[in-house]
Nanobody, 129 residues
């Protein structure tokens, strides 16, 4: 059984930082894409960042230069370091994972749509000005 458990959410002031973690269990794949998505109240879910098994990273334009996605394969953990936070980053953040084929780009060109098989329960991030 695949499980994704996020942690690290909380409150921050604008300009501050938070680091999210997602522990993944029961998931094995030679080629995979994992990532972070977020959903603010009254808005559609949006892709934030993804990383594949080779370490290739993709980011939404809104977070480039501020957020960094990384993974620790030994710990089966996905991370999202969020710097220079703004109130617009306030949302419920989810991690997601999916198996993919070997042909690059492994995460695909439409990763931001969130077509992933496995999802965590979410962790709330609230940024105040």
């Amino acid at each position: 059984q695949v499980q994704l458990v996020e942690s690290g959410g909380g409150s921050a002031l604008a300009g501050g930082s938070l680091k999210l973690s997602c522990v993944v269990s029961g998931f094995t794949a030679a080629n995979y894409c994992m990532g972070w998505f977020r959903q603010a109240p009254g808005r559609q879910r949006e892709g934030v960042a993804v990383i594949n098994n080779s370490g290739v990273k993709l980011y939404a334009d809104s977070v480039k230069g501020r957020f960094t996605i990384s993974k620790d394969s030994a710990k089966n953990t996905l991370y999202l370091q969020m710097n220079s936070l703004s109130p617009e980053d306030t949302a419920l953040y989810y991690c997601a994972a999916d198996r993919r084929g070997p042909s690059p780009p492994i995460c695909g060109t439409t990763w931001y749509r969130g077509d992933f098989a496995y999802w965590g329960q979410g962790t709330q991030v609230t940024v105040s000005s």
